[in-house]
């Protein structure tokens, strides 16, 4: 038998159906869940690494945090149990998930894949908020799962940005926004209420979100900045908010005004985008285990890409260009992925490089 205790809440027009709000133990919860195929959806393996990230910093200052989990017990209604305060359910029946599988996959992922037993066993051992139904058949269950996913919202990624300080780049978004006066970013046009920017009527250079994947590739490299990476650069945070601060300024100067107008330019497109923050990491950035520095000459660098033509119809990368946007039409990379871009833009950006190097070689 499983036995839990909590508050009780029963149907007035059916006391046959009720809902228990109780603490379970993960390594319980893990035990005894179950997705089924008529109630659930597809699981998205995607999220579930995600979810799993994110219990993997559970021991950091914030911690986390997982909404109550709603499952269907299948069975007989549970026997309260006066003496123990307990509610007894029969041993060997289902707890079908309505909502949370993926945090539960995700929790899951982390206990197959964690290494560290003493880690482990603090995840197995907390408690999460889990309200069980029963009395529920197959059809109410169903309704049910339909309601609690069609009425609930997802949290906005912009706002995630803002208010989730786990994560040390949105810090660095956050407090690189602060202030308007003189301040590049809000000049170039950061949309902060928007996650996704449509084009060509919205004229921001990019979202918040997409400032911080920016920021992401330009200090590492990658778009996902590593539990590991995330402790070195909170540690050496002032060094890397100054250079950002000069960046983004530099930045500024060497693209044209108004870089999120995709009539003018290509700058507001996200795969652009991405390609300028990695070919400057590259050519700017030096990451070690223990340290983050800045070649001697990387202002150059930034410097340079005033040279390069950003136009509608830039030679440099005409190739990847196709029509958009319908009626409203402009002109925006086929692909969202960068990679391609990349190479254009690494090539056309050490050529003007060496021919600087030519130039001063001649002079001296």
Known sequence: MFELTGFLHTFPNNESIGVLTTQMK???????????????????????????????????????????????????????????????????????????????????????????????????????????????????????F?????????VSKNLVVQYDDRNIVNTLVNDLLKGERNNPLRQMEVDEEKSRIVRPGNKAWMSSVRLARFISYLLIGTGEISRTTNQLLGEHYEKVFAFLQQYFYLLKEALPEEPGDVHKNILG???????????????????????????????????????????????????????????NSYVGFEDVKHGDVVTLLRRELDELLQDEIKVVYEIN
């Open 146 to 154: 339909t309601e609690i996913n069609a009425t609930s919202k997802r």
């Open 269 to 327: 497109h996200e795969a652009l985008q991405n390609a300028i923050a990695v070919v400057c990491h590259e050519r700017i950035v030096q990451v070690t285990k223990t340290t983050i520095e800045w070649k001697e000459d990387w202002q150059q660098v930034v410097e340079f890409l005033e040279y390069i033509d950003w136009n509608v119809n830039s030679p440099v990368f005409k190739s990847l260009l196709v029509p958009k946007g319908g009626k």
């Open 26 to 144: 993960v390594k319980d919860l893990l035990d005894v869940y179950q997705i089924e195929d008529s109630v659930n959806r597809d699981i998205n393996q995607s999220r579930v690494a995600q979810l799993s990230k994110y219990v993997d910093t559970f021991d950091s200052p914030s911690g986390i945090y997982f909404p109550a989990v709603i499952v269907a017990y299948e069975g007989a209604d549970p026997h309260y149990d006066k003496t123990k305060d307990m509610f007894i359910f029969p041993q060997g029946r289902n707890f079908v998930v309505l909502d949370g599988q993926h945090r539960l996959k995700g929790l899951e992922h982390f206990k197959n894949t964690e290494k560290d037993m003493n880690r482990l066993s603090q995840i197995l051992n907390s408690t999460i908020t889990t309200q069980v139904y029963f009395g529920f058949d197959r059809s109410k269950k169903r309704r049910l």
